[in-house]
């Protein structure tokens, strides 16, 4: 049954990665075709891909299969990297930016590297420091998926609103 899941999440991680690949090079062509994709779909898309990718990669590593999880950190990183390449980052607007980052990384990186490891939805590990803080606070039931889902609302609606 690991080997399947194993399996699994290394063919949902390989999928992840690709679609973050084909997505860049889309927006670079969509320059010739004079139809670009918004600037806020750009950024969802970004920023959610290199988030999946880094919780996988780590979920990979913790589940030791070291090599594959290096590659998604590494690919996660290069869409971060290259994201001036393709978006068009104005320096009055790079708080909007990274709190919309900050907000999708609350959001979904917790839930996606506990799917890939097999583990309870809402688990909360302990040894980072954001799990020993999560602790603390200790939320009751289903507070944390409803936090979380505040969190996504708003890291989605930051590129809407305020990313032109």
Known sequence: MRKNRTSLVLWIALIAFVAMIAIPVKCAAQIYE???LPESVKVISLFVGSIVLDAVGDALCDDGHKGWGHTFNAAS???LVTAPL???ISFKELGWYLASYI???IAIFDPVYN???DLPLNYIGTTSTW???LQKISPPGNTLLWGRAAFLT???SIPIKHIK
């Open 34 to 36: 004079k139809k670009e």
């Open 77 to 79: 990183v290069g869409l």
């Open 86 to 88: 393709y978006l068009e």
């Open 103 to 105: 907000s999708l990384r």
């Open 115 to 117: 799917l890939s490891r």
């Open 131 to 133: 799990d020993k803080a």
């Open 154 to 156: 708003v890291g989605i």
